[in-house]
């Protein structure tokens, strides 16, 4: 049965536009692709509102997609994510300690870090290792979710059929699927942007340097709606437009009203490179790293035409749309826009 081997594991990714799987199978060295599909939560787009989403809308993509991998649920081997603003991760210094001295402690140390109310807190931590710069104290990743989330995502799960397993970070998935097949470069950083329908998901690592995540509340779902608003259309007809014209769909300008000049407006996807801008100079400021090797784009609007070298001409680096695919035995044919696969990819990579 596909998805029951225990070298098997499904990466699933519950989004606000899309579903998406991947199931892997581990080997020796290396991965093979068994089967990829992404469901969207609305069988038409003009349907679609973030702002009304249910889990009868998440729970018939996930069963969509168990009908297309003939898989039984409750045999197979699940690794889901988490993400937006009731999950945060960060990563913080502490002494040396025992893992059980540290389960003790960080609790109370993550509620100095972490932007979440600590009555409704789930916290969990990785040991990364000694701090290069003082090797007296450890680099702790903390990660936290709220209860209530998590409890929506195991009902979920649950009710689909699945036996729930291991549920990571969506930030940390993003930089599995990168670093899972290529090396961490030896001096900078990588940043990695995951473009979803609602937010964007900015993740900074390298080899010795701090990880720092942040969510941006404007994604894919928001670039639609001004277009459909500018344009006086419907949400359907502007998000066609976006995927046939791509970045320069936002790019009209407005005559005065002399008619002599043109002034381009400021547009969301403006708004988001601005805030990219202000994450990387933040991130500096906190860490001292100002080598910035790539940018690895991912997510549902990953693929917009133009928006890599958009990006790539503001922040002035290198944009590189991932394909985690690429590196991969497959089995089959990857399902379209494997950019928006990443977080599935990255989950499936994980293994106990």
Wanted: glycine fraction near 8%.
């Amino acid at each position: 049965m596909i998805g029951s081997r225990s070298n098997h594991i499904l990466g699933l990714d519950i989004g606000t536009f899309t579903v998406k799987g991947v199931l892997l199978e581990h080997l020796k060295q290396g991965y093979r692709v068994i089967k990829t599909g992404q469901v969207p939560l609305y069988e038409r787009v003009e349907s679609y509102d973030p702002t009304k989403l249910s889990s009868i809308d998440s729970l018939g993509a996930i069963k969509k997609l168990i009908t297309k991998f003939n898989i039984k649920p409750q045999k197979t081997n699940l690794v889901t994510g988490l993400g937006g603003a009731a999950t945060s991760l960060k990563e913080i210094k502490s002494i040396q300690m025992t893992n059980e001295e540290l389960s003790t402690s960080l609790t109370f140390e993550a509620r100095k870090h972490l932007p979440i109310d600590e009555s409704d807190t789930i916290i969990d931590f990785q040991v990364l290792g000694e701090d290069p710069q003082n090797p007296e104290q450890l680099r702790i990743l903390l990660a936290a979710s709220t209860k209530k989330l998590y409890s929506f995502h195991e009902d979920l799960l649950t009710e689909a059929g699945f036996k729930v397993g291991a549920v990571n970070l969506e930030p940390l998935a993003m930089v599995n699927a990168y670093f899972g097949l290529e090396d961490y470069p030896e001096e900078g950083v990588i940043i990695f942007l995951n473009v979803g329908a609602r937010h964007t998901t900015v993740v900074v690592d390298g080899r010795q340097d701090r990880i720092f995540s942040r969510d941006i509340p404007i994604g894919g779902h928001h670039f639609t709606n001004e277009l459909a608003k500018r344009r006086d259309i419907n949400y359907s007809a502007a998000e066609a437009i976006k995927i046939e014209e791509g970045i320069a769909a936002f790019q009209s300008t407005s005559p005065d009203e002399g008619g002599a000049l043109a002034i381009q407006e400021k547009t969301k996807i403006d708004e988001l490179v601005d805030e990219i801008s202000r994450t990387l100079r933040y991130y500096i400021k906190e860490t001292g790293q100002n080598q910035f090797n790539l940018v690895v784009l991912s997510g549902g609007s990953a693929n917009l035409i133009g928006f890599d070298e958009y990006l790539s001409e503001k922040i002035s680096l290198p944009v590189e749309v991932y394909n985690p695919f690429r590196a991969l035995e497959t089995a089959e044919q990857i399902d379209s826009n494997p950019a928006n696969m990443v977080v599935s990819v990255g989950l499936a990579m994980r293994s106990e």
